[in-house]
């Protein structure tokens, strides 16, 4: 016997707004994105199923900017991303190596010594809570429409476009027009629906990162099953969750709180007097890669140290010093959608380099760009990606100060 159905009864949608360039999403990726169309002029709407900014960076407690260079001295992302990673630490006045609070490396600031550069990685450190602020508040600045507690739940296409993106609220279902969708949600979820090839793991393992009182010191705790940076299930710990099924991304919740609570015990037992509270627990699922586009193009580990002629960024590798991905548009445009763009970890990346790809500095790098590219689209194309002009838009990002450049790809010293 098949599984019931029911019948809900057709209605006509308010279309309540309508943007150049509509961001789905809103960690930071997507306020990468939104931040960069506004300034290039776009009218800008960003949705968030949550009620913060940030994401994992913020609701998921996980708090390190990982690192604009490559591991050998040379920095390979600037611009927008860098303006991002100075942010999260703006308002700190001294390291708390505890808590995890710490600021840029002194080497890294104007006039640091070079040579420490190359042992030292350029990285911060961030108050979660300081950061969701500082985020909001860059984006009202920069004049962007924000939408909390909203979901995309459908799309309504015509002629091989996104014309309106439905979404859900306390207002119920309503429409949102626009000249170009990018997809922030770190699941692909706009992709998926919209149409585009999508791949989907369930190799994500139990992590939590949570902060906790002892006595007055706030301590950070780093706490996750053993993962597979391939996104296999190999040398992993499960149990294992896919991000696209509602069940077990309430089971990842559960077994997520579980870990934390036996993490919990033990530091109560290792105290003599026991007295350790929680005080900020994340409250999001904190999957690591869930579902991605499948685009024209997947980025793969073998392309590593390799230039394309679309480039759009770079990004260093997180786990170990000297590889450097250069990020082509194609990794990032829709194929069915011609004006959809995929940001953050739902790029077209394969699970070879999917780690890499999946961390803030590579997502802001995707976002910057895109929203740049869905400015220039809607105030010139009228939103067809792929008419815009790859040097015209590699220029207007250089001149924002991205690095673009193929010497940066190679390795130091090759």
């Known amino acids: 016997m098949g599984q019931p159905t029911v019948s ?8 309540r707004g309508g943007f150049d360039v509509l ?18 002029g776009a009218s800008v709407c960003l949705i968030e199923k949550a009620c913060c900014l940030g994401g994992l960076a913020t609701l998921g407690v996980v708090t390190i900017w990982l690192p604009l260079c490559d591991g ?12 991002l990673l100075k942010l999260s630490v703006s308002d700190l006045t001294e390291n708390d190596l505890r808590a995890r609070f710490v600021g840029v490396p002194s080497c890294w600031l104007a006039g640091g010594d070079t040579e420490q550069r190359k042992r030292t990685r350029y990285r911060a ?12 508040e860059l984006l009202i600045d920069e004049g962007v429409s924000l939408l909390y507690d909203t979901r995309v739940c459908g799309v309504a296409r015509e002629g091989g476009r996104i014309g309106h993106v439905i979404v859900e609220n306390k207002q119920g279902r309503s429409a949102l027009a626009c000249l170009c969708v990018i997809d922030a949600t770190g699941d692909a979820d706009v992709c998926f629906l919209a149409g585009e090839r999508t791949e989907s793991l369930d190799t994500n393992v139990p992590a939590g990162w949570f902060y906790h009182l ?8 780093k706490l996750s099953n053993p993962y597979c940076p391939r996104a296999t299930k190999e040398d992993a710990v499960g149990p294992f969750h896919r991000a696209d ?10 077994e997520t709180r579980r870990l934390i609570r036996a993490r919990l015990a033990e530091i109560r037992a290792e105290q003599e007097d026991g007295d350790v509270q929680p005080v900020l627990l994340p409250t999001i699922p ?11 193009f997947s980025l793969n580990e073998r392309h590593v140290n390799e230039w394309f002629d679309d480039t759009i960024g770079l990004t260093g590798d997180w786990r170990e010093p000297g590889p450097v991905y250069a990020l082509p548009f194609r990794a990032i445009a829709g194929q069915a959608n011609r004006n959809l763009l995929a940001v953050g970890r739902c790029i077209s990346a394969d699970r070879t380099v999917w780690d890499v790809t999946r961390a803030i500095p590579a997502c802001t790098v995707t976002g910057a760009a895109a929203g740049t590219a869905a400015a220039m689209a809607s105030q010139n194309t009228g939103g067809d990606l792929a ?12 001149e924002q100060g991205a690095l673009i450049d193929p010497a940066l790809v190679k390795q130091a010293g090759r």
Request: proline fraction near 3%.
């Open 8 to 15: 809900e009864q057709a209605r006509e949608l308010p279309v």
């Open 23 to 40: 961001v789905a999403g809103g960690g930071m990726a997507g306020v990468s994105a939104a931040v960069s169309a506004a300034r290039n």
């Open 72 to 83: 050998r001295g040379r920095q390979v992302i600037a611009g927008l991303p860098e303006e």
């Open 125 to 136: 450190e961030f108050n979660p809570s300081s950061y969701l602020l500082a985020l909001e």
């Open 214 to 221: 002892s006595g007055r010191r706030l301590v950070l705790n």
């Open 245 to 254: 099924r509602a069940e077990e991304v309430t089971e990842h919740l559960i």
């Open 286 to 296: 904190c999957f690591r890669m869930t579902r991605r586009l499948v685009g024209a």
């Open 387 to 398: 008419k815009l002009s790859m040097a015209e838009m590699r220029e207007r990002l250089t």
